[in-house]
């Protein structure tokens, strides 16, 4: 039995930690820090108190250390099944059976993927699915942006300033999106876009050179020195559907803003599996605020 259990280790699960342990009660983390958002990021340099950069994966390690300092346990195992008992809460891992009394959810989402040769060769090589994080890496560098709709023409907008040319491959046949986006668009001098296109490879050695297309039946392609993927998130939250918590019209867990609360008494949640700015320091804050009101549940 635990009074907290924290399913999630990326930057809002391993925060979470921190604080319920800190906070006296016995808590557990469960999941993978390697296999986080965070983890695969690469290089942070937007993250406070780094000012040369740190890498996600070392950040990762930081954080769950200092759970650990505090009592907080942790388990690479998997939840692949959560039950509402009364006052419990019952999590099946493929090792082991859980139990506690509160509970947060810190599942995040996944990116949408391309499903391509050379995606997953070259993730933190060349192929970022974050602008915010990366794009200072491509200073007046080549750039490919995959995706359609307000994400990718935020990412297009936030390069602009960065790198040297911009080029939007999107299977859609136009890009929509806020008026506003489209209207400074329109007066960029580095941007291209190539619509209705299938991407079919991204190529390169140690790091991203090109990325392969076709439009119609039509193979095209274009020398880039990265590619940013914005096709759009998926949250994961399987773990909430079994829980029949009340999602948003997004598809993601709906809670209250101010405390992290879901729709049922005892359960949390916090970072990406919620919406919004999906930013380590974003879900570190959101972390904290679940943890707190666990606590407070608590008492």
């Known amino acids: ?3 907290v259990i924290i ?7 391993l925060t979470a930690g921190i604080y319920c342990a800190r906070g006296g009660k016995k ?4 999941g993978n820090i390697y296999g986080s958002q965070q983890s695969m990021g690469g290089l942070y340099e937007n993250y406070p108190g780094f000012p040369d ?4 994966i070392e950040l990762s390690e930081r954080m769950l250390a200092q759970a650990q300092k505090f009592g907080a346990e942790d388990q690479m195992d998997i939840v692949q099944k959560v039950v509402h008992l009364g006052d419990l809460f019952k999590l099946k891992t493929k090792n082991w059976h859980y139990e506690c009394k509160a509970l947060i959810l810190a599942t995040g989402s996944t990116h949408r993927t391309l499903d391509v040769p050379g995606e997953k060769e070259f993730i933190t090589k060349g192929v970022s699915y974050c602008v915010q ?12 942006i995959v995706g359609y ?11 602009a300033n960065i790198c040297s040319k911009i080029h939007l491959i999107s299977p859609r046949e136009k890009l929509v999106a806020e008026s506003i986006y489209l209207d400074h668009i329109k007066n960029l001098s ?24 076709e439009v119609g039946n039509t193979p095209r392609s274009l020398k880039v020195d990265g590619v940013f993927v914005e096709m ?4 994961n939250t399987d773990l909430a559907q079994q829980l029949d918590l009340d999602m948003t019209t997004g598809g993601f867990v709906k809670v209250n803003r101010m405390n992290q609360e879901t729709s049922m008494h005892g359960v949390f949640a916090a970072g990406d599996v919620t919406g919004g700015r999906m930013q380590v320091t974003t879900a570190v804050g959101s972390g904290a605020s679940a943890a707190i009101s666990a606590l407070q549940y608590l008492g």
């Open 1 to 3: 039995m635990h009074d």
């Open 133 to 144: 994080c990366d794009g200072a890496l491509f200073k007046n560098k080549n750039v490919a």
């Open 232 to 235: 759009g998130m998926k949250p």
């Open 53 to 56: 950069g740190i890498q996600g």
């Open 190 to 213: 580095n941007f291209g876009a190539t619509f209705g296109a299938q991407v079919k490879q991204i190529m390169g050695d140690e790091s991203v050179k090109g990325i392969e297309f």
């Open 7 to 13: 399913v999630g280790a990326g930057p809002a699960g």
């Open 149 to 159: 709709g307000n994400g990718a023409a935020r990412a297009v907008l936030y390069l």
């Open 27 to 30: 808590t557990m983390i469960l």
